[in-house]
């Protein structure tokens, strides 16, 4: 018979791996179509103390434990970058835009009122030195 194939040779058995492969495909295609159109998580300016992880992410200041829990934010109500830590872990210096111009920040880095820090005499402001 060289006529198309009747219903009858197309078992289960057979669809079964044919639908399995064309769904596969369609998962492949769709999440490389939302990958190319979602933006990418861009956590920037990482820093690590003996317990904890501190990063900027979305004009803010979060920290976590070393081993990824306890995501916190600790700044909001203005830009905030480049989080660092004091040498034994306690605070947090970090860059900041409140009122229109950057200074640094500390904060505790268990989170509590940013206060600004008085630039030392003499040594000039990142902003200045980067120009």
Same mark, same amino acid.
């Given at each position: 018979?060289? @006529?198309?194939?009747?219903?009858?040779?197309? $078992?289960?058995?057979?669809?079964?791996? =044919?639908? #399995?492969? #064309?769904?596969?495909?369609?998962? #492949?295609?769709?999440?490389?179509?939302?990958?190319?159109? =979602?933006?990418?998580?861009?956590?920037?300016?990482?820093?690590?103390?003996?317990?904890?992880?501190?990063?900027?992410? =979305?004009? $803010?200041?979060?920290? =976590?434990?070393?081993?990824?829990?306890?995501?916190?934010?600790?700044?909001? @109500?203005?830009?905030?970058?480049?989080?660092?830590?004091?040498?034994?872990?306690?605070?947090?210096?970090?860059?900041?835009?409140?009122?229109?111009?950057?200074?640094?920040?500390?904060?505790?880095?268990?989170?509590?009122?940013?206060?600004? $820090?008085?630039?030392?005499?003499?040594?000039?402001?990142?902003?200045? $030195?980067?120009?």
């Amino acid at each position: 018979m060289n @006529g198309p194939r009747s219903m009858k040779s197309l $078992s289960p058995s057979r669809l079964l791996p =044919a639908a #399995v492969l #064309v769904l596969s495909a369609l998962t #492949v295609c769709a999440a490389f179509s939302s990958a190319q159109s =979602a933006p990418p998580l861009l956590l920037r300016d990482p820093t690590i103390s003996k317990t904890q992880i501190a990063f900027a992410y =979305a004009g $803010s200041v979060w920290t =976590a434990s070393r081993d990824g829990s306890g995501l916190r934010r600790i700044t909001t @109500g203005g830009h905030e970058s480049k989080p660092i830590f004091s040498p034994d872990g306690s605070l947090i210096a970090f860059t900041g835009n409140y009122d229109g111009s950057r200074s640094v920040y500390v904060i505790s880095a268990n989170g509590g009122e940013p206060r600004r $820090s008085a630039p030392s005499a003499g040594l000039p402001m990142a902003s200045e $030195s980067s120009s």
